[in-house]
């Protein structure tokens, strides 16, 4: 064959950096959203991808890639998988594909980011491709679940969940427009590619995969780890910019960038993927617990990247181990007490065997957590179901915008931190997030959670119906028990809510 | 939740789609209404409303002089979708990568002029930063556009400029191979910063990757600057080259005219979208009025110096044709 080899051209594709003569150099990258911090563009073009690719090779993997996932949906479309499905791993595909399918399309602006701004050449190719894969990422998972809009229309929360003022949705937006909207391209490198893309979605995807096929879910087990190949590419972008930041003397500034977005990356993950491999996912089908998870690929594989890099840790990492053990647990009972808030059905997951399974995971769990949920089933054994649904706010964090948790029991240790600040009073779940706002105040001080909102009367009426409303939830979307409480040995099993 | 109503009722698609008549398309499905930095013009993005992002977004898309009451209402005429993109340009990829083994199977820079390849070194290899400045203009057009929608055929077309960018690539290497003396894959910086031929477009790219107006960015790179090089490079230069006996870059820039005109397609609906809004009109016509004299000096300076001014100023008028058929200009 007479044609070249790819590594004969593809150096060529990534040269194209040029001096501009008829506008500055400053205008064409303004600092705001190239973040160049003063490191020369030489410096830049250095940066060198590890995984390489061209366009033709592109198009033709992700074709089949495609053909892949497409294919298995078609194949198995017949057998209404979703039907037979137990009621909590409904709710696992509604929870993921309402945060996600939405914030995945709008993570390629992130990418056209670098891609437009990013003073290196190859970060900028890079990011092209990334921004197709976020394209697809976006499509896909609305395609998979559309299908199921005619069986209930908290299906219809796939696409509708980001656009609305649902507090998950706040905080997952808060969090998503922190890390990779507002930032400069170099920061997006960092906070998405390095420190998100490399840990955190891996877990989702690919912990989630694994329960998925255990669970029999061919479909949804095909399409995520699809998914993933992509963002293992993609998230190579971020290690050769902390290269170049280090090698110019920003490892400070890299390393504050890493240790603010890892915590509340943790912080999302506590409550969007915590409850959902520890508790909705059907016990049988649990093929490691969240913290295991977390402990295989955040601790042991980040950590490796850290180092490799000449990174730290980050600072409070000894407190974010601890957490391991509280903080979703905390985010599950909180969700599960206000189900009505959500777009879900949450599954408590606290059935005698459950229970038993979490005590072997996490022990002490019982004499914990457990004992809030003996209040909850005593309650629901004597009819008192509205003594298990919400009646007050909880303290939401101003960092996260999640419920402030802790560990109940004798341990008690629920613990508002909060900080005034230019005269106005914050309130934080822990010392971390008060740290993340104190870094850059700016950014986040003038932001309202949604208690904020509801204190200030934007939420009107003032009560739960009113809340409702505000956060686009009407009856027939609004969660209940996935189990209508048959694991508290309550009446019988129902399916997924109407 | 005493005296709930009705729960709602399953639909039999997204919500937002359920009004309408017709069944919905896999494009409609996955395409619409995805923007939700659109949800509260006030603040794009959920932090401090005063952020400088925030301003950003609220002045350059938010509050663009282009005005549509609903901009998702666009739809790209091709509906393509990431999955059917990729099914096309992997058969269009396939198609170049025949041409490329053919012709070189068959020594086809062996049987070109020296002087022609010259030619080539210095008017169709330094395209590959052009091509990259097409490539981050429509990443940033893209990343500021008010429907997801437009950002899509945007996304699609960034890729399109890195494709075009490869095939130079590729081509300086092969060429560099034939006539290893001429610089290839070493002097196109030089030729790209400092060749009369090249100024033009290159100061048009600079300025119009500095223009933030998410409307305004449009209409300078899909209805100026875009226009003006592929009348230029994929039309002009095509041209000497088939009278040069270059079969294969007339070939090669037959098959990126296929991405172009999808681009003009799309552009074209959008413009006509646009065009509904009867104070667009005067905007439009004036932001074109004001870029394209510059388009003009670009195709001309590089036809010019190509020994092709006539077949340039032809080229300006194809760019002016297409305008014309828009309403952008009289
Ligand atoms: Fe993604
Ligand atoms: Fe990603």
Redesign the interface.
């Given at each position: 064959m007479s044609k070249l080899a790819s590594n004969e051209y593809y150096d060529l594709v990534r040269t194209t950096n040029w001096t501009p003569r008829y506008v500055d150099e400053a205008e064409l990258f303004p600092e705001m959203m190239s973040g160049a911090r003063g490191i020369p563009a030489e410096a830049w073009e250095t940066f060198d991808e590890p995984y390489k690719v061209t366009y033709s090779d592109y198009v033709a993997t992700q074709r089949e890639k495609d053909a892949g996932a497409y294919s298995v949906k078609a194949a198995l479309e017949r057998a209404n998988y979703i039907d037979s499905a137990d009621p909590g791993w409904v709710s696992t595909l509604q929870a993921h594909y309402g945060a996600l399918a939405v914030a995945e399309f709008a993570a390629a602006t992130a990418e056209a980011r670098m891609a437009r701004f990013s003073r290196a050449p190859g970060n900028r190719n890079m990011a092209t491709f990334g921004m197709l894969d976020e394209m697809r990422h976006g499509q896909i998972q609305l395609f998979f679940p559309h299908e199921h809009t005619k069986r209930s229309r908290q299906w219809d929360w796939a696409h509708k969940a980001m656009h609305t003022n649902e507090w998950a949705a706040v905080a997952a937006r808060h969090m998503f427009d922190d890390m990779m909207f507002t930032r400069d391209s170099v920061s997006v490198a960092i906070m998405l590619t390095f420190a998100f893309e490399t840990g955190f979605t891996n877990m989702q995807f690919l912990g989630l995969a694994a329960d998925a096929a255990e669970a029999g879910d061919h479909t949804f087990a095909s399409l995520i780890s699809s998914i993933q190949t992509d963002e293992s590419r993609h998230a190579q972008q971020g290690g050769p910019v902390l290269k170049i930041l280090i090698e110019n003397g920003k490892k400070d500034e890299a390393q504050k960038m890493i240790d603010v977005i890892f915590w509340r990356a943790w912080k999302l993950f506590s409550v969007l993927t915590g409850p959902i491999l520890d508790y909705y996912t059907p016990l049988e089908h649990r093929k490691q617990s969240f913290k295991e998870f977390m402990q295989e690929w955040i601790i042991g594989q980040f950590e490796r990247q850290l180092n490799d890099l000449g990174l730290d840790l980050p600072w409070y990492w000894d407190e974010f181990v601890r957490a391991l053990d509280e903080t979703h647990h905390g985010m599950h009972m909180g969700v599960w007490f206000w189900r009505p808030t959500v777009w879900w059905n949450p599954a408590a997951g606290a059935s005698p065997e459950e229970r038993e399974w979490l005590e072997s995971k996490y022990p002490g769990w019982n004499a914990t957590f457990g004992r809030c949920w003996d209040v909850i089933t005593e309650n629901l054994q004597k009819g008192r179901e509205e003594l298990t649904l919400p009646e007050t706010l909880p303290t939401i964090c101003n960092m996260c915008n999640l419920p402030v948790v802790g560990t109940p029991g004798d341990g008690w240790n629920v613990k508002d931190y909060q900080l005034v600040h230019e005269g106005r009073l914050y309130h934080f779940g822990s010392e971390v997030d008060r740290w993340c706002f104190e870094q850059d105040p700016a950014r986040y001080q003038g932001h309202m959670s949604v208690v904020d909102r509801f204190l200030a009367g934007e939420i009107q009426p003032q009560n739960l119906a009113g809340a409702l409303l505000y956060m686009s939830l009407n009856p027939g979307e609004i969660g209940v028990d996935a189990h209508n409480y048959a694991w508290a040995g309550v009446g019988k099993q129902s399916h997924a809510a109407e | 939740?005493s005296a709930?109503?009705?729960?709602?009722?399953?639909?039999?698609?997204?919500?937002?789609l359920a009004d309408r008549r017709k069944r919905p398309s896999?494009y409609d499905?996955?395409?619409t209404?995805?923007?939700?930095?659109r949800?509260d013009p006030n603040a794009p993005?959920?932090?401090?409303?005063?952020?400088?992002?925030?301003d950003?977004y609220r002045k350059y898309c938010n509050e663009s002089p282009l005005k549509h009451p609903d901009w998702d209402l666009f739809q790209d005429p091709d509906q393509l979708?990431?999955?059917t993109?990729?099914?096309l340009?992997?058969g269009q990829?396939a198609y170049?990568?025949g041409l490329?083994?053919q012709f070189?199977?068959r020594g086809h820079d062996e049987m070109i002029s020296r002087e022609w390849i010259a030619t080539l070194a210095s008017f169709f290899a330094p395209a590959?930063?052009l091509y990259?400045g097409l490539?981050?203009?429509s990443?940033?057009v893209?990343?500021m556009a008010p429907a997801?929608t437009i950002?899509?055929c945007l996304?699609?077309q960034?890729?399109d400029s890195?494709?075009w960018?490869?095939h130079t690539?590729?081509r300086?290497?092969?060429l560099s191979k034939a006539q290893p003396d001429l610089g290839f894959?070493k002097d196109?910086?030089k030729h790209?910063?400092n060749d009369p031929q090249w100024q033009g477009f290159?100061?048009l790219l600079?300025?119009g990757?500095?223009v933030w107006d998410w409307a305004e960015a449009f209409v300078v790179f899909n209805l100026v600057l875009k226009p003006a090089v592929e009348e230029a490079l994929l039309g002009v230069l095509a041209d000497a080259a088939r009278s040069n006996g270059d079969t294969l870059y007339s070939l090669l820039s037959q098959a990126q005219m296929r991405d172009a005109e999808r681009h003009r397609r799309w552009a074209s609906r959008l413009v006509e979208m646009a065009m509904t809004v009867e104070s667009n009109k005067d905007w439009l016509r004036a932001r074109v009025a004001d870029w394209t004299p510059r388009a003009e000096v670009a195709i001309a300076d590089y036809c010019k110096a190509l020994g092709e001014a006539e077949a340039g100023a032809r080229a300006i008028e194809r760019m002016h044709a297409f305008q014309r058929g828009l309403g952008l200009r009289d």
């Open positions: - | 939740m709930a109503p009705e729960p709602l009722k399953p639909l039999k698609t997204w919500s937002h896999e499905i996955v395409s209404r995805l923007h939700y930095r949800r993005w959920e932090l401090d409303p005063n952020l400088p992002m925030n950003w979708v990431y999955r993109y990729n099914i340009q992997d990829e170049v990568g490329f083994d070189s199977d590959r930063y990259h490539q981050m203009g990443a940033y893209a990343q997801s950002t899509a996304y699609l960034s890729a890195l494709r960018v490869t690539a590729y300086t290497v092969e894959g196109e910086r790209w910063e290159r100061r600079e300025e990757l500095i």
